[in-house]
T-cell receptor
Framework: DGGITQSPKYLFRKEGQNVTLSCEQN?????MYWYRQDPGQGLRLIYY???????QKGDIAEGYSVSREKKESFPLTVTSAQKNPTAFYLC?????????????FGSGTRLTVV | AQTVTQSQPEMSVQEAETVTLSCTYD???????LFWYKQPPSRQMILVIR??????QNATENRFSVNFQKAAKSFSLKISDSQLGDAAMYFC???????????????FGKGTKLTVNP
Protein backbone atom coordinates (compact mmCIF):
# COMPACT_ATOMS: atom_id res chain seq x y z
CA ASP A 1 0.00 0.00 0.00
CA GLY A 2 1.19 3.51 -0.76
CA GLY A 3 1.77 5.93 2.04
CA ILE A 4 4.17 8.00 4.07
CA THR A 5 6.45 6.48 6.66
CA GLN A 6 7.93 8.57 9.43
CA SER A 7 10.56 7.22 11.76
CA PRO A 8 11.20 6.94 14.55
CA LYS A 9 7.85 7.29 16.29
CA TYR A 10 9.51 8.61 19.46
CA LEU A 11 12.86 10.36 19.63
CA PHE A 12 14.80 11.70 22.57
CA ARG A 13 17.55 14.23 22.18
CA LYS A 14 20.03 15.69 24.56
CA GLU A 15 20.45 19.43 24.53
CA GLY A 16 23.10 20.52 22.04
CA GLN A 17 22.64 17.53 19.74
CA ASN A 18 21.37 17.47 16.20
CA VAL A 19 18.81 14.83 15.30
CA THR A 20 17.31 13.79 11.97
CA LEU A 21 13.71 12.74 11.45
CA SER A 22 13.01 10.48 8.52
CA CYS A 23 10.14 10.85 6.05
CA GLU A 24 9.71 8.46 3.10
CA GLN A 25 6.79 8.25 0.67
CA ASN A 26 5.98 5.77 -2.08
CA UNK A 27 3.06 7.71 -3.53
CA UNK A 28 5.10 9.29 -6.32
CA UNK A 29 4.10 12.68 -4.98
CA UNK A 30 6.12 15.68 -6.06
CA UNK A 31 5.63 17.94 -3.06
CA MET A 32 6.60 17.20 0.52
CA TYR A 33 6.17 19.19 3.72
CA TRP A 34 7.25 19.28 7.34
CA TYR A 35 4.93 20.63 10.01
CA ARG A 36 5.40 21.13 13.69
CA GLN A 37 2.48 20.65 16.07
CA ASP A 38 2.37 22.11 19.58
CA PRO A 39 -0.61 22.00 21.94
CA GLY A 40 -3.03 24.79 21.12
CA GLN A 41 -0.98 25.95 18.14
CA GLY A 42 -2.29 23.88 15.29
CA LEU A 43 0.20 22.90 12.61
CA ARG A 44 2.95 25.28 11.56
CA LEU A 45 4.98 24.84 8.40
CA ILE A 46 8.72 24.34 8.80
CA TYR A 47 9.97 23.55 5.28
CA TYR A 48 8.51 22.36 2.01
CA UNK A 49 9.81 21.00 -1.26
CA UNK A 50 8.00 20.92 -4.57
CA UNK A 51 10.71 19.17 -6.54
CA UNK A 52 13.90 17.21 -6.01
CA UNK A 53 16.92 19.32 -5.03
CA UNK A 54 14.76 22.30 -4.21
CA UNK A 55 13.09 23.39 -0.97
CA GLN A 56 11.79 26.54 0.68
CA LYS A 57 11.50 27.82 4.21
CA GLY A 58 8.14 27.82 5.85
CA ASP A 59 6.95 29.98 8.71
CA ILE A 60 9.21 28.58 11.44
CA ALA A 61 12.37 27.36 9.66
CA GLU A 62 14.92 28.69 12.15
CA GLY A 63 16.89 25.89 13.78
CA TYR A 64 15.86 23.31 11.17
CA SER A 65 17.37 22.03 7.95
CA VAL A 66 16.18 19.69 5.20
CA SER A 67 17.36 18.00 2.04
CA ARG A 68 15.54 16.58 -0.98
CA GLU A 69 17.99 14.38 -2.85
CA LYS A 70 15.36 11.84 -3.85
CA LYS A 71 11.72 12.24 -4.71
CA GLU A 72 10.76 9.70 -2.08
CA SER A 73 12.66 11.18 0.84
CA PHE A 74 12.54 14.46 2.75
CA PRO A 75 14.49 14.22 6.02
CA LEU A 76 14.32 16.97 8.63
CA THR A 77 17.27 17.81 10.87
CA VAL A 78 16.56 19.55 14.14
CA THR A 79 19.74 21.40 14.99
CA SER A 80 21.07 22.58 18.32
CA ALA A 81 20.06 26.10 17.24
CA GLN A 82 16.39 25.21 17.65
CA LYS A 83 15.61 26.63 21.08
CA ASN A 84 12.48 24.64 21.84
CA PRO A 85 12.49 21.47 19.77
CA THR A 86 10.17 19.36 21.91
CA ALA A 87 7.09 18.88 19.74
CA PHE A 88 5.20 16.54 17.46
CA TYR A 89 6.46 16.59 13.87
CA LEU A 90 4.34 15.66 10.89
CA CYS A 91 5.48 15.00 7.35
CA UNK A 92 3.08 15.26 4.43
CA UNK A 93 3.07 14.92 0.67
CA UNK A 94 0.88 15.99 -2.22
CA UNK A 95 0.64 15.47 -5.94
CA UNK A 96 2.10 18.37 -7.86
CA UNK A 97 0.13 20.84 -9.89
CA UNK A 98 -2.45 23.53 -9.24
CA UNK A 99 -5.16 21.14 -8.13
CA UNK A 100 -7.07 20.89 -4.92
CA UNK A 101 -5.59 17.67 -3.75
CA UNK A 102 -5.39 17.21 -0.02
CA UNK A 103 -2.21 16.26 1.69
CA UNK A 104 -1.35 12.73 2.79
CA PHE A 105 0.23 12.71 6.24
CA GLY A 106 2.60 10.38 7.98
CA SER A 107 1.92 9.16 11.50
CA GLY A 108 4.35 11.63 13.06
CA THR A 109 7.44 11.69 15.27
CA ARG A 110 7.34 12.85 18.86
CA LEU A 111 10.64 14.58 19.72
CA THR A 112 11.54 15.21 23.33
CA VAL A 113 14.61 17.04 24.56
CA VAL A 114 16.00 15.54 27.75
CA ALA B 1 -0.89 36.15 4.30
CA GLN B 2 -3.85 33.91 4.70
CA THR B 3 -5.08 33.05 8.17
CA VAL B 4 -7.53 30.47 9.44
CA THR B 5 -9.44 30.88 12.70
CA GLN B 6 -11.28 28.23 14.67
CA SER B 7 -13.04 30.02 17.50
CA GLN B 8 -14.12 26.92 19.42
CA PRO B 9 -11.19 25.25 21.21
CA GLU B 10 -13.50 22.50 22.49
CA MET B 11 -16.94 21.18 21.63
CA SER B 12 -19.01 18.27 22.88
CA VAL B 13 -21.96 16.38 21.43
CA GLN B 14 -24.17 13.50 22.45
CA GLU B 15 -23.91 10.35 20.44
CA ALA B 16 -26.35 10.32 17.49
CA GLU B 17 -26.81 14.10 17.59
CA THR B 18 -25.53 16.78 15.24
CA VAL B 19 -22.69 19.20 15.88
CA THR B 20 -21.26 22.09 13.87
CA LEU B 21 -17.65 23.22 14.04
CA SER B 22 -16.85 26.76 12.97
CA CYS B 23 -14.04 28.05 10.78
CA THR B 24 -13.38 31.46 9.30
CA TYR B 25 -10.50 32.48 7.08
CA ASP B 26 -8.97 35.61 5.70
CA UNK B 27 -7.76 35.89 2.13
CA UNK B 28 -7.70 38.31 -0.75
CA UNK B 29 -7.75 35.52 -3.31
CA UNK B 30 -10.82 34.43 -5.19
CA UNK B 31 -9.78 30.87 -5.98
CA UNK B 32 -8.70 28.49 -3.27
CA UNK B 33 -9.43 25.20 -1.53
CA LEU B 34 -10.65 24.54 1.97
CA PHE B 35 -10.26 21.34 3.96
CA TRP B 36 -11.29 19.75 7.21
CA TYR B 37 -8.86 17.28 8.76
CA LYS B 38 -9.51 14.96 11.67
CA GLN B 39 -6.77 13.97 14.13
CA PRO B 40 -7.84 11.16 16.48
CA PRO B 41 -5.79 10.19 19.55
CA SER B 42 -3.49 8.17 17.27
CA ARG B 43 -2.45 11.61 15.88
CA GLN B 44 -2.82 10.43 12.29
CA MET B 45 -4.18 13.31 10.18
CA ILE B 46 -7.16 12.19 8.12
CA LEU B 47 -8.80 14.24 5.38
CA VAL B 48 -12.51 14.53 6.12
CA ILE B 49 -13.81 16.78 3.38
CA ARG B 50 -12.69 19.45 0.94
CA UNK B 51 -14.34 22.34 -0.87
CA UNK B 52 -13.32 24.21 -4.00
CA UNK B 53 -14.05 27.91 -3.67
CA UNK B 54 -15.38 28.17 -7.22
CA UNK B 55 -18.11 25.65 -6.45
CA UNK B 56 -21.29 27.02 -4.94
CA GLN B 57 -22.53 23.61 -3.92
CA ASN B 58 -21.51 22.56 -0.44
CA ALA B 59 -19.40 19.41 -0.22
CA THR B 60 -20.81 16.32 1.46
CA GLU B 61 -19.14 13.06 2.53
CA ASN B 62 -21.58 10.68 4.19
CA ARG B 63 -22.34 12.14 7.65
CA PHE B 64 -20.02 15.10 7.10
CA SER B 65 -21.08 18.22 5.28
CA VAL B 66 -19.91 21.80 5.06
CA ASN B 67 -21.59 25.17 4.98
CA PHE B 68 -19.38 27.27 2.73
CA GLN B 69 -20.17 30.98 2.75
CA LYS B 70 -17.64 32.59 0.42
CA ALA B 71 -18.66 36.19 0.98
CA ALA B 72 -18.51 35.74 4.73
CA LYS B 73 -15.31 33.67 4.45
CA SER B 74 -16.85 30.99 6.59
CA PHE B 75 -16.44 27.23 6.27
CA SER B 76 -18.23 25.25 8.99
CA LEU B 77 -18.30 21.47 9.33
CA LYS B 78 -21.49 19.66 10.29
CA ILE B 79 -21.30 16.15 11.66
CA SER B 80 -24.63 14.33 11.67
CA ASP B 81 -25.50 11.24 13.72
CA SER B 82 -22.31 11.65 15.77
CA GLN B 83 -20.46 8.48 16.66
CA LEU B 84 -17.95 7.74 19.39
CA GLY B 85 -15.30 7.35 16.70
CA ASP B 86 -15.79 10.97 15.66
CA ALA B 87 -14.07 12.13 18.84
CA ALA B 88 -10.90 13.88 17.72
CA MET B 89 -9.21 17.19 17.03
CA TYR B 90 -10.59 18.80 13.91
CA PHE B 91 -8.51 21.22 11.88
CA CYS B 92 -9.71 23.60 9.22
CA UNK B 93 -7.16 24.38 6.50
CA UNK B 94 -6.79 26.73 3.53
CA UNK B 95 -4.78 26.41 0.36
CA UNK B 96 -4.42 28.79 -2.51
CA UNK B 97 -5.37 27.55 -5.96
CA UNK B 98 -2.62 29.55 -7.59
CA UNK B 99 -0.46 26.45 -7.64
CA UNK B 100 2.90 28.13 -7.71
CA UNK B 101 5.57 28.78 -5.13
CA UNK B 102 4.45 29.18 -1.56
CA UNK B 103 0.81 28.94 -2.46
CA UNK B 104 1.19 25.19 -2.34
CA UNK B 105 1.22 25.19 1.41
CA UNK B 106 -1.72 24.41 3.66
CA UNK B 107 -2.50 26.95 6.35
CA PHE B 108 -4.15 25.44 9.41
CA GLY B 109 -6.36 26.73 12.16
CA LYS B 110 -5.53 25.88 15.76
CA GLY B 111 -8.10 23.11 15.95
CA THR B 112 -11.28 22.18 17.80
CA LYS B 113 -11.33 19.25 20.18
CA LEU B 114 -14.57 17.31 19.76
CA THR B 115 -15.82 15.05 22.53
CA VAL B 116 -18.64 12.61 21.85
CA ASN B 117 -20.62 11.58 24.92
CA PRO B 118 -22.36 8.18 24.99
Amino acid sequence: DGGITQSPKYLFRKEGQNVTLSCEQNLNHDAMYWYRQDPGQGLRLIYYSQIVNDFQKGDIAEGYSVSREKKESFPLTVTSAQKNPTAFYLCASKRGGPYGYGYTFGSGTRLTVV
Amino acid sequence: AQTVTQSQPEMSVQEAETVTLSCTYDTSESDYYLFWYKQPPSRQMILVIRQEAYKQQNATENRFSVNFQKAAKSFSLKISDSQLGDAAMYFCAYRSAAGVGGSEKLVFGKGTKLTVNP
